[in-house]
């Protein structure tokens, strides 16, 4: 059987995550799952939310529209982009979670190369790889070089930074953003750790109506449901829109209903809104506890951070991957987060930290003690 290879490697983090689950069921020993980029302080609560959810209609068990339901779509503009017309619903295409979302993207341009930032989510170049799209790296948003941006390039923007956790200014954010807009460069802003958070503006509203960007973003982590696999991209260029349309067709024919359903639920309802709330309270709490933690306790790696703190779901700690395994934490080395100076950034690792603190403190207490 002949096949055309990805040129890609599997998933470090996939793997690494079968590594502790498989170290788990040979032990019986229980390991702190912080290799994972999904919330795990709480889950969220939908024992109200499915009960406004009627699976007797063809709503339910239908197709839903190649676009996303509109209802949905209108949702969407009224939480993302509340000084958009809710008519600019067509704007808003639905996808199954932010991965495909991205991949779709990158399909969809035809730029000569794509420049991501130099500590990156290992999946982004994959895609690219996949795609036969070419690729660079900055360091800061502010040192991109204006001349050497086009309408041929495109930029990945995520913010709060996944593995890291560094936030910019929102303001200053803005006006990067604002900046590159001016150039003809297309900027994918990638953040779907944001809504998690409560930041100063609106940012997504604020870039929505430039002419240059695309949001993709997922449901995954604002409201802790990465098993409904279900996401967005926003973006106001026609042909763009026409074009993803298309082929969303021809790989998805649609995004499951039920998961479009949950989501208006969760975004539109009272009892949808509050169990939002609870679980963003709840997981924010204990994020910025276990944050507060780590830099009490001198874990974050000053290269990265100086005397500040991150302010995402990730952070990077100076402990090594298979450090951090031997005492029974699952890990990503950072090595698997950049493109060059592996061995450098090998010593390091980025974990999620997005579990209950009572338990975050219980594991590195331990290594703590061990080490003293």
């Not at 009272?270 to 506890?289: E, Q, Y």
Request: charged share 25%.
């Amino acid at each position: 059987m002949k096949i055309n290879p990805s040129k890609v490697t599997f998933s470090s983090i996939v793997g690494i995550g079968q590594k502790v689950t498989k170290a788990e069921k040979e032990t019986g020993e229980e390991y702190l799952h912080l290799n994972r980029g999904v919330n795990a302080v709480t889950n969220i609560d939908l024992s109200e939310v499915i009960k406004n959810i009627d699976p007797n209609t063809k709503e339910y068990q239908v197709y839903a529209p190649n676009l996303g339901m509109e209802k949905l779509r209108r949702s969407i503009v009224k939480e993302y982009f509340p000084s958009e017309s809710t008519d600019e619903f067509t704007n808003v295409t639905i996808m199954p979670g932010g991965m495909p979302g991205l991949d779709l993207i990158i399909q969809t341009l035809n730029v000569d190369n794509i420049i991501f930032p130099k500590f990156y989510w290992g999946s982004y170049s994959k895609m690219a790889t996949i795609r036969g799209k070419s690729f660079s790296f900055y360091d800061e948003l502010s040192n991109l070089d204006e001349s050497l941006l086009n309408h041929n390039t495109c930029v990945f923007i995520c913010d709060p930074n996944n593995p890291t956790g560094v936030k910019l200014d929102d303001e200053v954010l803005y006006r990067q953003i604002q900046r590159l807009n001016s150039t003809g460069v297309t900027i994918i802003f990638d953040s779907p750790y944001r809504k998690l958070f409560k930041y100063d503006i609106d940012l997504f509203d604020g870039i929505g109506n430039m002419s240059n960007v695309i949001v993709c973003e997922s449901f995954s982590k604002s409201l802790g449901i990465s098993g409904a696999r279900l996401g967005f991209v926003w973006c106001n260029n026609k042909e763009f829109n026409a074009e993803l349309n298309i082929r969303i067709l021809y790989e998805f024919n649609g995004v499951c209903s039920i998961s479009q359903l949950l989501v208006n639920e969760l975004l539109t309802t009272n009892v949808g809104k509050t169990a939002v709330n609870n679980f963003r309270g709840k997981t924010t709490l204990d994020i910025f506890k276990n944050i507060d933690y780590l830099y009490d306790n001198g874990l974050l790696v000053k290269e990265i951070y100086g005397d500040s703190k991150p302010r995402g779901m990730f952070a990077i700690i100076n402990m090594g991957e298979d450090f951090l395994f031997k005492n029974k934490i699952g890990a990503v080395g950072l090595d698997k987060f950049v493109h060059h100076d592996k061995d450098m950034y090998s010593s390091y690792s980025r974990i999620c930290l997005s579990v209950p603190h009572d338990k975050f403190v219980k594991f590195f207490d331990n290594i703590l003690k061990s080490v003293k």
